[in-house]
């Protein structure tokens, strides 16, 4: 199985941005984390991460007959952009939408997804350990 780790604005950040709300944990670490997860189960991550609308709409379009599924954190995106959701639902490559933090104890604003709709579930609120549960649902459906 061949996963896309996506990930929206901010993201390459991690470690730097907001410790108490995202951890200490480098961008890199999450993706050394999920790789290093993908091949002990014999399978695949590529990890890609923008701080650009577009290129992760490019990178789901190039999705399709590439990858099984994707792992994707739009970040604040998540919240506004109903051209992610309609790349999600264009392609046929199924979605789980995993954010690090807990956004339903967060701001008001961070409680609605206009992305979760197009993806089979929603992880949030656990961490790097999201991303891992994620494939683990890919891998064990």
């Known amino acids: 199985m061949k996963f896309l780790i996506l990930n929206g604005p901010n993201l ?25 997860h993908a091949q002990e189960n014999n399978a695949q991550a590529d990890c890609f991460q923008s701080n650009y609308e577009g290129a992760l709409i490019d990178a ?13 954190n739009p970040g ?11 790349a999600l639902t ?8 995993v954010h690090i933090s807990n956004v339903h104890k967060r701001e008001e ?14 992880i949030c609120g ?5 991303y891992l549960l994620a494939m683990d649902y890919f891998l064990r459906a």
């Open 12 to 36: 390459n950040l991690l470690g730097q941005r907001e410790p108490g709300v995202y951890g200490t944990d480098s961008y890199d670490a999450l993706c050394q984390l999920a790789q290093k």
């Open 60 to 72: 789901i379009h190039g999705a399709g007959g590439v990858y099984d599924a994707i792992i994707f």
């Open 76 to 86: 604040a995106l998540t919240h506004y952009s109903y051209a992610l959701h309609d």
């Open 90 to 97: 264009s392609v046929q490559v199924p979605c789980v939408e």
């Open 109 to 122: 604003f961070r409680r609605r997804s206009v992305t979760a709709p197009a993806c089979v579930g929603q």
């Open 126 to 130: 656990l961490g790097f350990q999201g």
